[in-house]
């Protein structure tokens, strides 16, 4: 594991403190079960299970999930199937491309649950969006539990596991902890209002829910206000030391995962389970990532340290109630010195560490370091005191390794550099200074692949006709091939460097006729696009299209500016409603663009990946140009750098892969049934001319292509006609 990882202090990892002790109860619990390596997973109803000799084969249990939800089995879902039951059981990796109406989540949960009964064990399921945790949480996994329960000789169990940051504290609710309003919220008294006004509803809540978890507060609150009420694992007193440790809704939420046969979580808890010393997910041989295209930039967002003068202020106020005030002070006069150089400091990426920001690293390190030494060791007869010592000690150490790891970061020679430093600028921000890994590859290589069975599936995974792409970003060795597979692809003998992981590549393809159903136009004659917002071409472009739609048109933009320059201008030029995001919550302005076929929607990211809206209310899809990640992107171009030092493309291997990508994923808005029909339009002539410009369209689903503005403009015309 690469130096350049701490032992990170993450709000999402559970952890027990290293001399936690269990109480009398549960150790004579656990010793009655005999020895760990002979202990089963545990699991509230008594095991009625068949024995795994007399569990039915996958066919039949994916007829009956099939049939539980009113479908028919699909090929490609079948093929699917097989292809994780054989990745299960042989311990080879499979990454699946299976395109929207496969039916992917059955595929991959009914040999995952076959094997986690069978086995008596449990598989874990990682997504990407909340979107897909409740899909599978609140609609699957319960059709599947009752539709295998007389086959399998018991109902299978879930559970779903979020960081403890997501759970409500009952000793920070009961007062176990001060408050702590935001440094904003200290001088403004309408802010500090607000925030009471909310911690206040949490406190109400905190009575009725069942489950403490963040999601089911309805309507929720901001992050200060959640913070007042929430810890991190780092900020735990322990299940055994917190005065209210028995009845923890975090403790509650890991403790049913321990039981249960399946556990959704989500890709950052996955990363952190998988590259942490201590396990956060329970015992599991399996893992399904869904939506793994996205599994590399949320693993690198785990493991990216921040360090802000904010953040070492409330360091230092928080040891302020802990340790003698002088100590406290040092810390705090640390974070203005930090202050004061990140407000000279350009944004940036850092080739080499500037003196004045390395001493105000050095003086905050050094301080944090003498607040930890303050603080000393937790005196277990004062619970008051150990809770103010935890939050204090949390984000003390926080800031003490990230100093240590921005400092460290420049050690080695440039080409041998393992992160990434920048400092960062965001809207609404104060100024810090971030560091991220250069890659992730080796980490998921050693981590994930190298310990447990992993299955990788996405609509988006063959890049370019290749899953080779996102296989090197993975840690994982070059395929032959990526094709289509013609039987079940783990057949075969794959081909690996120096005895690395071996994984196959299985493409199920899409039950929608493509060529039938959609057209791929690219706007060959516009210009190409500029910097200074969306050329005038452009905006005509996009009037006559969303014109001949009869509205019913998802507009994908590169960024907001873009996205409010046409919202503002189409406002003026049609008849028909156009929606911005921004303007309302992101789930409101979906529901708004599905209800009205005459809507328009126009976004940037979120709306590129996650609007699933089937029917008549979607027919065109726009993108203003190629998604390239910005030049001045520190992560990006410092990959893209790496790639070229060592003889690769680089522009083509990291900013080609995000493009690919994303245009992958939002043309996929378009057919999300059997009966959509609809246009995908580029007004970014690159995609046409560029020499990259093949590799880009070999990632998109095979629709008839066209350059053609009258031939695009006349179809649209008679699907408006045709759906009234």
Sequence with gaps: ?????????????????????????????????????????????????????????????????????????????????AAVEHSIASGEHLAVQAGTGTGKSLAYLVPAIRHAVAAATTVVISTATIALQRQLVDRDLPRLSKALADALGRPPTFAILKGRRNYLC??????????????????????????????????????ETETGDRDELVPGVTDQAWRQLSVTAKECLGVHRCPIGTDCFAERARGEAGRADVVVTNHALLAIDALDDRPVLPEHDVVVVDEAHDLVDRVTSAA??????????????????????????????????????????????????????GGALTALRDAAAACTTALGPERKEDPDGS???????????EVHDNAVRLLDAFDEPEGQRRDVVWVAAEPNRAPAVKV????????????LFGQRTTVLTSATLALGGSFDTLARQWGLPPERTASPAAGMASGKEVPSDSGGPKWTGLDVGSPFEHQRSGILYVARHLPQPGRDGLPPEYLDELTELVEAAGGRTLGLFSSMRAARQASEELRGRLGTPVLCQGEDNTAQLVAKFAADPATSLFGTLSLWQGVDVPGDSLQLVVMDRIPFPRPDDPLASARQKAVS?????????????????LLAQGAGRLLRSSHDRGVIAVLDPRLATARYGGFLRASLPPFWTTHDPQVVRGALTRLNAAAG
């Design 304 to 357: 990216t340290g921040e360090l802000s003068a904010n953040q070492a202020k409330l360091a230092a106020r928080r040891c302020g109630r802990a340790i003698d005030q002088g100590v406290a002070d040092r810390l705090d006069e640390a974070a203005e010195g930090l202050e004061i150089v990140l407000a000279d400091a350009r944004p940036q990426r850092l080739e080499e560490m500037p003196e004045a920001l």
């Design 645 to 661: 030092a060592h003889g690769g493309n680089g522009f083509l291997t990291v900013a080609g892969t995000h493009a690919a990508l």
């Design 387 to 397: 809770s103010a010592r935890k939050l204090a000690l949390a984000v003390t150490e």
């Design 170 to 207: 009952l000793n920070r609710v009961e007062g176990g902890a001060p408050a702590e309003p935001e440094e904003g919220a200290l001088f403004d008294p309408f802010a500090a209002s607000a925030l009471e006004r909310q911690v206040k509803r949490v406190r109400e809540w905190a009575t």
């Design 436 to 447: 991220a890994p250069l890659g992730v590859g080796g980490l998921l290589r050693e981590r």
């Design 1 to 81: 594991m690469p130096g350049s990882v701490p032992q990170w202090s993450d709000p999402d990892v559970f952890a027990l403190d290293d001399d936690d002790e269990l109480p009398p109860e549960i150790a004579a619990d656990l010793a009655s079960q005999g020895p760990p390596e002979r202990r089963k997973q545990r699991r509230d109803e008594p095991i009625t299970a068949k024995p795994p000799e007399r569990i039915p084969d996958l066919a039949t249990l994916l007829g009956l999930a099939v049939s539980s939800v009113g479908g028919s089995e699909r090929e490609g879902q079948s093929r699917m199937a």
